[in-house]
C-alpha cells in the first residue's frame, strides 16, 4: 500500500475567522478557495512535497482535524484497511469541480495535458483506525496529481508550478464566491 500525506483539514464554525488566525501561523495572506460547491472549503500549499492545510466548514461540534492521504486505488486500499481493524466512518464520496469554474478548469488543464481532466479531482473517504482516530483517504485523479505532488510529480520541493495553481485558484474561487452569492 503506497500513500502519501498531502492534506491536514481543519473544521471551523467561522471560516473567515480560523482563516485569518492559520494565516499568521503559515505565512501567508490568503487561501484560495477549493473549487467544489458541495461544502465551504479553503486550502493552501504549506510544503514542498504538496501538502495542502485546508479549512473546511463544519459539520458538527465532534468533527476533528482530519489528516488526508493520497492513494493509488480508494476501494482496494479501504478494503485492505478494513480487514486490518479499521472502519468507515464516511463512506466514499466524489469530489467534484464546481459548474461555475469547471471551464476555466478544464482551459488551464489543457495548457499542459492534451486530454480534458473530467468534472472531479477524486474521490475520498473518511475511516476510523482500530483505536477509532479518524483520518481521509483520497485517490486523486491525473489533473491533481502536479498539486499534491503525487505520482510522478512527487518531490521535495514546493515549485513554481504548485504556485501558480495557487494563485490560479484564488483567482477561481473568488470566481466562484461571486456565483454563489
Known amino acids: 500500500m503506497n500513500s502519501k500525506l498531502i492534506q491536514y483539514n481543519v473544521p471551523a464554525k467561522d471560516i473567515g475567522k480560523i482563516k485569518a488566525f492559520y494565516s499568521k501561523i503559515v505565512g501567508h495572506a490568503e487561501f484560495a478557495r477549493s473549487l467544489t460547491s458541495q461544502v465551504t472549503s479553503y486550502h493552501l500549499p504549506i510544503s514542498k512535497d504538496g501538502l495542502q492545510f485546508t479549512i473546511t466548514q463544519r459539520h458538527s461540534a465532534q468533527e476533528p482535524p482530519i489528516c488526508y492521504f493520497s492513494v493509488e486505488s480508494l476501494s482496494a486500499t479501504?478494503?485492505?484497511?478494513?480487514a486490518d481493524g479499521g472502519s468507515v466512518f464516511v463512506e466514499p464520496f466524489d469530489l467534484p469541480v464546481a459548474p461555475a469554474v469547471l471551464e476555466e478548469y478544464t482551459e488551464e488543464f489543457r495548457k499542459n495535458h492534451k486530454e480534458a481532466p473530467g468534472n472531479t479531482v477524486g474521490r475520498a473517504a473518511i475511516l476510523r483506525d482500530p483505536e477509532g482516530n479518524i483520518f481521509g483517504l483520497t485517490e486523486l485523479h491525473e489533473q491533481a496529481h502536479s498539486l499534491f505532488k503525487v505520482g510522478r510529480y512527487q518531490d521535495?520541493?514546493?515549485?513554481?508550478?504548485?504556485m501558480i495553481q495557487h494563485?490560479?485558484?484564488?483567482?477561481m474561487g473568488k470566481k466562484l464566491e461571486k456565483s454563489n452569492s
Open 167 to 171: 494563485n490560479r485558484g484564488i483567482a
Open 78 to 82: 479501504v478494503d485492505a484497511l478494513i
Open 156 to 162: 521535495d520541493m514546493v515549485d513554481a508550478e504548485q
